[in-house]
């Protein structure tokens, strides 16, 4: 058995894909081999959610259409979660119990642009851990919404799909006013703190 904590260290820094790559918008292949590959995997992913300064990550974002997400997130206790899931589920409150929160969401896959999208401020998501054990994390607050946003990812949804027209319109020209702060193979070379084009 693998220890998670030895998985938190030691990957390499991977490009993170963008919206306009069709690896976003298909659905991801379940897992079922649970071997040093997929290991090594989940240490890229981890490495390169900190490059990026995310708190989540698809295996989509690093170009592999696997059902596994990576996180680092804090719960409505500001307390720190941190795992990896495999072929997640999530669960959504009803009924009485479901609470929309609105607050302004962002995608590593679209950097430097936010907007806002209304969730469920609780969610259960159920899967596997790294060695093919049953896990549950129980989330509250951004870490709810992390649960939600990248699980969308492996069914070949990104957050501009939930947004209207207008929203997503915006979300894509706050991004355009940036994306140069962002190289092709961001997060393995830095964000720019220049527009290169105007410095030729």
């Known amino acids: 058995m693998v220890e998670l904590k030895d998985l938190l260290t030691g990957g390499q820094v991977q ?49 592999q259409s696997l059902s596994l997400f ?17 072929n997640p589920t999530v669960i959504l409150p009803e009924g009485n119990k479901r609470h929309l929160v609105s607050e302004d969401e962002g995608c590593l896959s679209l950097p430097g642009a936010y907007a806002p999208l209304a969730r469920p401020d609780q969610a259960i998501c159920r899967g596997l851990d790294h060695n093919g054990e049953p896990i549950e994390i129980i989330g509250t607050g951004l870490l709810a919404r992390c649960l939600q946003h990248e699980t969308d990812h492996l069914s070949g949804m990104v957050f501009g799909d939930r947004l209207s027209g207008r929203s997503r319109r915006h979300l894509y020209a706050d991004h355009d006013a940036l994306a140069y702060r962002y190289p092709d193979d961001w997060p393995i070379s830095p964000k720019r703190d220049f527009d290169p084009s105007r410095h030729a």
């Open 15 to 63: 490009r993170v894909t963008r919206w306009s790559e069709d690896v976003l918008h298909q659905p991801t292949a379940p897992i079922d081999v649970f071997d040093e590959r997929l290991h090594s995997l989940i240490q890229n992913m981890f490495a390169t959610m900190a490059a990026a300064d995310g708190v989540g990550l698809a295996a989509t974002q690093v170009d």
């Open 70 to 86: 990576v996180f680092a997130c804090p719960d409505d206790d500001n307390h720190l979660q941190v795992g990896a899931v495999i």
